[in-house]
């Protein structure tokens, strides 16, 4: 289902172009473009991130960010793009949905991370859920079939085993060649009779704890008890050899929802001695700035891994509560001289903030049809697999508008803002007439197109693995009507410009 939504254009700055000339028996035929790798370094963006968004996640991987926040109920999903921009416009793209009887309620908190497991690397996604009551949250962990964030993913288990453990916000952390499991847990089985504090256990491999547990903080301080006692979303942060741990402290529904901060200051992790509680919170309420409740957060490094940044999620006002008025929000942290994180006083949203270093120039075009003035569009629903490609009048909607990636020697991915999906030719079929949909991007010649100059401004697009090139079924001028691709021609329906 489409969400027709507000949207602004993504990036102002052009890539430089790379023409590649085609030539055939020494006869120029056409001209290819290619998009280059141009960076921006004094772009800005400003928060938020999204209209609601709770309980952030995100990372960088391979060319874009990544981005989790807590749905409540339906699928985990997940915002990619390759620019803090493009990110605020993309749609959350479901990833996970098959919720069983007893973890399909309350689904909070998940988090991404790309792990050594039995099959190598795969991406392994942590989050909470239940069958709804007080006491039946617990910790669970997919699996992805490969190395694309999107996935599949399949389900491997409750992360806690045999153990009957209550437990929420579950991470990981790696510290001298070992696996960990941090979370919001109470050292009795039932929620009610304890309190809320963070738990440290190792992994044998990511979904298996093994031996026992041990508490390393509960809510002590004044500023951790604001509502009720509490200690949830624990995060680690390393730096220099140094391992840190951030918590949310405090009731979330209440604007004194705040970070606290865990040091472990050496020897092993699941001795409680060995972690000092910072005194006094780290990221907290800022009233002059309008953000209040600061809490349950993440950490990423910048596109070219120079810079730290902060994930999290704030409320614009003092009265709002626990729910949907939250929203996620990112700023760069700082290293204090004892080599500590200084995550510095959370900005006022609408401030300009410059990108994460390294975030390359990404420009996104409307596709216009010749023949029809019409613009390529991804057809109903918008953010599946296979979803099948049309013509639309334009309305600058995240789904009519896609960038070209460079794949090397003149061809291109041509991706959408809105999934981060690419322009595919079905089953990689050669024939005339297969249709032209969105598939998770992929190295396959059938996402690989050229964009060949036909003159006056116009191109073809030309798929690679088959030589055939895209086109609007019947030269069709309706809304509505789907691409597929045939046999060349210089009709005006196989023309398209890019604006």
């Not at 055939?24 to 999204?50: C, E, P, R, Y």
Request: one cysteine or more; a neutral charge.
């Amino acid at each position: 289902m489409q969400v027709w939504r507000r949207s602004s254009p993504v990036c102002r700055l052009w890539a430089t172009l790379t023409a590649l000339a085609v030539v055939i028996g020494g006869v120029t035929v056409g001209t290819v473009v290619a998009a280059s790798g141009a960076q921006a370094a004094t772009a800005t963006f400003t928060n938020a991130l999204n209209s609601s968004g709770a309980d952030p996640y995100m990372t960088y991987y391979n060319g874009n960010y990544y981005l989790m926040t807590t749905p409540y109920s339906g699928p985990l999903t997940m915002r990619k793009a390759p620019t803090i921009e493009a990110l605020k416009q993309a749609s959350p793209v479901p990833v996970f949905s098959d919720h069983a009887t007893g973890r399909d309620h309350s689904i909070w908190a998940p988090e991404m991370h790309l792990l050594d497991g039995p099959n190598g690397k795969r991406w392994y996604i942590y989050y909470s859920a239940g069958t709804g009551a007080a006491n039946d949250q617990r910790v669970h962990v997919l699996e992805s079939a490969g190395l694309d964030p999107l996935g599949p993913y399949t389900y491997k288990g409750m992360v806690f085993g045999a153990n009957d453990w209550w437990g929420i916000d579950g991470s990981v952390v790696t510290i001298n060649g070992q696996l960990y499991l941090i979370w919001s847990g109470v050292p009795t089985p039932l929620r009610t009779q304890g309190t809320v504090g963070t738990f440290i256990v190792a992994l044998s491999d990511p979904w298996t704890v093994t031996g026992s547990r041990t508490q390393i903080s509960s809510p002590t301080y004044s500023w951790e008890t604001v509502g009720t006692k509490m200690n949830e979303g624990p995060v680690a942060l390393q730096h220099d050899g140094k391992t840190f741990i951030t918590y949310s402290a405090s009731l979330c529904s209440t604007p004194d929802y705040k970070l606290g901060m865990l040091t472990l200051t050496g020897g092993d992790p699941l001795v409680a001695s060995n972690w000092v509680k910072s005194s006094e919170p780290v990221f907290q309420r800022n009233d002059a700035n309008s953000v209040y409740g600061p809490g349950h957060n993440g950490f990423f490094k910048s596109p070219d891994g120079t810079e730290d940044w902060i994930v999290y999620h704030a409320n614009p006002a003092s009265t709002d509560g626990c729910y949907t008025t939250r929203s996620t929000r990112i700023q760069k942290i700082t290293w204090n001289a004892d080599g500590s994180p200084n995550l510095g006083v959370p900005v006022a949203t609408g401030t300009a903030l410059t990108v994460p270093s390294g975030e390359p120039v990404v420009t996104y075009y409307r596709v216009t049809n010749r023949n029809s003035g019409k613009v390529m569009d991804v057809q109903l629903p918008n953010t599946d697999d296979g979803a099948k490609v049309g013509q639309y009048t334009s309305n600058g909607k995240p789904w009519q508008q896609w960038r070209f990636a460079d794949m090397g020697n003149g061809y291109v991915h041509i991706e959408s803002l809105n999934s981060g999906k690419c322009l595919d030719v079905a089953g990689r079929s050669t024939a005339d007439g297969a249709a032209l949909i969105q598939y998770p991007c992929g190295t396959g010649a059938n996402q690989m197109f050229q964009w060949v100059d036909m003159g006056d401004g116009y191109h073809q697009l030309k798929a690679r693995h088959s030589g055939k090139c895209v086109t609007v079924v019947g030269a069709s001028t309706v809304n509505g009507a789907l691409l597929e691709q045939r046999t060349c021609d210089t009709a005006a329906s196989f023309e398209w410009s890019r604006t």
